[in-house]
Nanobody, 123 residues
Framework: QVQLMESGGGLVQPGGSLRLSCTTS????????IGWFRQAPGKEREGVSC????????YYADSVKGRFAISRDNVKNTVYLQMNSLKPEDTAIYYC????????????????WGQGTQVTVSS
């Protein structure tokens, strides 16, 4: 059974940092592309970052470029999202998603999703 579980969310002050983890099971992570997405209240789910299966290629939304970094440890079956210089507008539920063929930031293209972790940036 394919499972993805996000962790590491929480409350952080503006300018602070968080590292999200996406722990996977039930499939071979090294064969899957991974995307990170977020959804704020009343807004559509938006793509944040994605990584190819090997981690050799990554992409970031303009809104997070230079502040967020995606990485993966295929041995530990875990993908990370390091978030620095956080802003109040980064507040959202963050999701990781996996797909064996699709690489990009269109949510409906991903087959497997985690349940999400809340990130709140506030003073």
């Amino acid at each position: 059974q394919v499972q993805l579980m996000e962790s590491g969310g929480g409350l952080v002050q503006p300018g602070g940092s968080l590292r999200l983890s996406c722990t996977t099971s039930g499939f071979t992570l090294r064969n899957y592309n991974i995307g990170w997405f977020r959804q704020a209240p009343g807004k559509e789910r938006e793509g944040v970052s994605c990584s190819t299966s090997s981690g050799g290629k990554t992409y970031y939304a303009d809104s997070v470029k230079g502040r967020f970094a995606i990485s993966r440890d295929n041995v530990k079956n875990t993908v990370y999202l390091q978030m620095n210089s956080l802003k109040p507008e980064d507040t959202a539920i963050y999701y990781c998603a996996a797909d064996p063929t699709y690489y990009g930031l269109i949510p409906v293209q991903y087959n497997y999703w985690g349940q999400g972790t809340q990130v709140t940036v506030s003073s």
